[in-house]
């Protein structure tokens, strides 16, 4: 399972633009990119998923460079109610698409 | 998007009592299904992979006879905590693989188990 590296914590406030890098330097030619977030006692939440380039949806965008090396997640002008855990996962068929959850970033918006 | 639910949200049951999670795909059907524990204030650790119809690969470390694995349909896989211990009080959370190019996996709510 491919290793991702990310920050440990993050702080922001109320209506900026917060960008949260992931490095996964091993990543396999078939390994996509996913991003979790995840609340206090409940199950982690699908944001977004990619393989290359840039994937935008209606709350976040991924920008993944040509090499793949890392991604980065941006939220735009985040809410009080986007403090949560943010994990980075890579998986693909390869793995069976067994997620290795590491420690995440916790991100913390305050006004 | 996809919505995965469990049963029950929380439980508490005395030492030595097996308790029986539910894990269900509502609005698609999941080959694959994944049991993670997650203890306080770290993150999700892979329990075991559960392959609908066959018997499920587990994870280095568990215990395949203490945590019981059924997918008997691909809607639902159901995760057996028996003879429950304190030790095994964690939060429980299950997910449903969809299909297609992009393989994508949905959490469900979790299950806060607590043995007295």
């Known amino acids: 399972l491919a290793k991702t590296t990310q920050p440990i914590s993050m702080d922001s406030y109320e209506g900026q633009e917060v960008n949260i890098t992931c490095s996964h330097n091993?990543?396999?030619?078939?390994?996509?990119i996913t991003w979790y977030q995840q609340f206090p006692s409940q199950g982690p939440r699908f944001i977004i998923q990619?393989?290359?380039t840039k994937v935008t949806n209606e709350v976040a965008s991924l920008f993944i460079p040509a090499d793949r090396k890392s991604s980065t997640l941006s939220l735009p002008r985040v809410s009080l109610s986007d403090t949560a855990v943010y994990y980075c996962?890579?998986?693909?068929?390869?793995?069976?698409?067994?997620?290795?959850f590491g420690k995440g970033t916790s991100l913390l918006v305050t006004p | 998007g996809a919505v995965v639910s469990q049963h029950p949200s929380r439980v508490i049951c005395k030492s030595g009592t097996s308790v029986k999670i539910e894990c269900r795909s509502l609005?698609?059907?999941?080959?694959?299904m994944f049991w993670y524990r997650q203890f306080p204030k770290q993150s999700l650790m892979l329990m075991a992979t559960?392959?609908?119809?066959?018997?499920?690969?587990?994870e280095q470390g568990v215990e395949k006879d203490k945590f019981l694995i059924n997918h008997a349909s691909l809607t639902l896989s159901t995760l057996t905590v028996t003879s429950a211990h304190p030790e095994d009080s964690s939060f429980y959370i299950c997910?449903?693989?969809?299909?297609?190019?992009?393989?994508?996996?949905?959490f469900g709510p979790g299950t806060r188990l607590l043995v007295l």
């Open positions: 609005d698609f059907q999941a080959t694959t």
């Open positions: 091993n990543i396999a030619t078939n390994d996509y």
């Open positions: 559960s392959n609908e119809g066959s018997k499920a690969t587990y």
């Open positions: 997910s449903a693989e969809t299909g297609g190019q992009q393989e994508t996996q949905y």
């Open positions: 990619g393989y290359k």
């Open positions: 996962l890579v998986a693909s068929s390869n793995s069976g698409y067994a997620l290795n």
